[in-house]
């Protein structure tokens, strides 16, 4: 089932609408001799813009249709026809990802929240029709702008997990039967050690309050996982964006273990990641309390370590109520206020004035999301350079073409007669 893998990177060849060419059209009228020139402009191309969906898990879709084009202008045509402005495409990714230049490596941005949008390749300007470059002593132009081509470049994609709660834990200690327990996700679960080899994110329903949290699944953490050992640290950066840390201690002792060693390991392997995990807010929790071991391990715990876990048992389901409404109340008033922070700091939000949005390979309720408006990429931003411009075409041996601004065209003598 590819849809159902996690992809967290992808790189995608990105490119906005080439604008459409400038009509060379001449009047051809009955009666009307020597019309002069009326040929439209060509139209905008489309803009290629990321848009954060919290519906979407993983960058499994870019990473499968790679080549995002935004859809190209129209070209102008008789009777100073403006071209059709190329369609937008959005492209929904998952909160957390985070978007950057493929060959230069320079960060764009980050999308961090619902409908939070960013526009990663303009589309070129439409080319001017002949119209434009009339003039007193030039009636007759063949000339037209064809177009500028739109930005292009290769767009890398990263997404750091944006789950609200990361389980911490050894291999077995039952960190995706506990995601199995309390989401429909499905992570694989078995009696060996780092059965788990990819991140799983299981969103976890509250229906009488109408809400859901994300949970992430990682693969097992063991002694020394800083320096390589066991599948190390490398899954660690996913729960760099957690708020929540939730650490599962398998309190059976499996394999004479002690859940207090485990527990102090854990952290330790934490820290040698970043100390500012350890402050995160946490919860512990007392995992195979079903088994016979498990009560006197968990009295020890609690007197050797002062925390007082929340015991469950993730196969027998008990427990895992108690488990939601603490991970609820710690995470949601969190989430509130994460939301509006990411969203102010994401950027000045422009109006969206007119242009059509196209839907691809999303839903259609991204048409909705999209309202929330275009999000300027942040400070620092210097958008990939456009190719040189070909400039304009040349039909013939004409004159250069003076800069026209909007006025003078609309003033063109002889199409007023
Ligand atoms: N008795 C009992 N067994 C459990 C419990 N939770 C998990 N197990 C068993 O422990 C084993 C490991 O469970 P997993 O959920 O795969 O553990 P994990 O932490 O995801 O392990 P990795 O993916 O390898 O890191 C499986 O055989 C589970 O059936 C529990 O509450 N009680
Ligand atoms: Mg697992």
Known sequence: MKSRQFVDTAEALVRGGHGGAGSASMIHEKFVPRGGPDGGDGGRGGDVVLVGDEDVDSLVSIFFDSNLFAQNGGAGGARRMHGRNGESLLVPVPLGTAVSDAETGIEL???????????????????????????????????????EPGQEFRLRLDLKMMADAALVGFPS?????????????????????????????????????????????IPGIIEDAHLGVGLGDRFLRHIERARVMVFVLDMAGADARKPWDDFRILQDELSHRDPALLERPR??????????????????????????????????????????????????????????????EAGTVVARTGGRTKIASAKKTLREKAKHGIVT?????????????????????????????????????????
């Open 283 to 344: 919860l512990v929790v007392a995992n195979k309390m079903d088994l016979p071991e498990a009560e006197a391990l968990l009295a020890e715990f609690r007197e050797r370590t002062h925390v007082a876990p929340i015991p469950i048992s993730a196969t027998a389901g008990t427990g895992l109520d108690a488990l939601k409404q603490a991970l609820y109340d710690l995470i949601r008033p969190e989430t509130h206020r994460r939301r509006a922070a990411d969203i102010a």
């Open 377 to 417: 990429p942040r400070r620092g931003y210097s958008p990939p350079k456009p190719l040189p411009s070909p400039g304009i075409s040349v039909d013939g041996d004409v004159e250069q073409t003076p800069e026209i601004s909007a006025e003078k065209i609309a003033g063109a003598t002889f199409l007023k007669r």
């Open 173 to 217: 200690a039952g960190k995706s039967s506990l995601l199995r327990g309390i989401s429909r996700a499905k992570p694989k679960v078995a009696a060996y050690p780092f059965t788990t080899l990819t991140p799983h994110i299981g969103t976890v329903i509250y229906p009488e309050k109408s809400a859901s949290l994300r949970v992430a699944d």
């Open 109 to 147: 941005g980050d999308i961090r929240a619902h409908g939070q949008t960013l526009v990663v390749a303009r589309g070129g300007k439409g080319g001017f029709g002949n119209l434009h470059f009339a003039s007193s002593t030039h009636r007759a132009p063949r000339e037209f702008g064809p177009g």
